[in-house]
């Protein structure tokens, strides 16, 4: 049974950093694109990055472009979300989701999700 598990999620000050964490099981991590999303209060859930299954492409939504950088360790079946300069803006649950088998970094299907992991950005 595929499963996502996501974590690293903390109240941070304006400009600090985060890592997050996402471990899979239940499936071939290396055969598939994974992503990220994230979810603000009151607003509908976003797209804000994907990693190919290799590592040799990445793409970032232009809200985090620059500051957030997504990275896997194939080894490990675990995927990261490293954060920097982090706003308020980014105040959001973060998803991990499992894109598509042997996909490009183009594809956005996903089919399965973690549950989420909270991520506060606040003075």
């Known amino acids: 049974q595929v499963q996502l598990v996501e974590s690293g999620g903390d109240q941070v000050q304006p400009g600090g950093s985060l890592r997050l964490s996402c471990t899979a099981s239940g499936f071939t991590f290396s055969d598939y694109v994974m992503a990220w999303y994230r979810q603000a209060p009151g607003k509908e859930r976003e797209w804000v990055a994907r990693?190919?299954?290799?590592?040799?492409?990445?793409k970032y939504a232009d809200s985090v472009k620059g500051r957030f950088a997504i990275s896997r360790d194939n080894s490990k079946n675990t995927l990261f979300l490293e954060m920097n300069d982090l706003r308020p803006g980014d105040t959001a649950v973060y998803y991990c989701a499992r894109g598509e088998y042997f996909g490009i970094v183009d594809g956005a299907r996903t089919d399965y999700w973690g549950q989420g992991t909270q991520v506060t950005v606040s003075s």
């Open positions: 990693i190919t299954r290799l590592s040799y492409f990445a």
